[in-house]
Nanobody, 123 residues
Framework: QVQLVESGGRLVQAGGSLRLSCAASGRTLSSYHIGWFRQAPGKERNFVAAINWYGDITYYADSVKGRFTISRDSAKNTVYLQMNTLKPEDTAVYYC????????????????WGQGTQVTVSS
């Protein structure tokens, strides 16, 4: 079993940047695909970005393409989500999740989840 802990969320002004981290304990992340999802109040959890176990394949939601970058550092057992040019509509709780098998953008296909980190973008 792998435990995931997100960090880096905070209040930021529109146009600003944040880097979220997804750190693992219990097992190495190197054999897992990692996805980032977000959930705004009263809305469903939506896909943001995903990276395969090797780090050479990435997927992005259209709403964040060109602004967000997902990456991984195997030595630190951590996956990052660099978020630039933030907009108020990016406000949400951001979750990272892990799975084996194929890389996926579907939240229900992920096995392990973190507790989330709050990102608030003010206008």
């Amino acid at each position: 079993q792998v435990q995931l802990v997100e960090s880096g969320g905070r209040l930021v002004q529109a146009g600003g940047s944040l880097r979220l981290s997804c750190a693992a304990s219990g097992r190495t992340l190197s054999s897992y695909h990692i996805g980032w999802f977000r959930q705004a109040p009263g809305k469903e959890r939506n896909f943001v970005a995903a990276i395969n176990w090797y780090g050479d394949i990435t997927y992005y939601a259209d709403s964040v393409k060109g602004r967000f970058t997902i990456s991984r550092d195997s030595a630190k057992n951590t996956v990052y989500l660099q978020m630039n040019t933030l907009k108020p509509e990016d406000t949400a709780v951001y979750y990272c999740a892990a799975r084996t098998g194929r890389l996926s953008i579907l939240s229900y296909e992920y096995t392990y989840w973190g507790q989330g980190t709050q990102v608030t973008v003010s206008s």
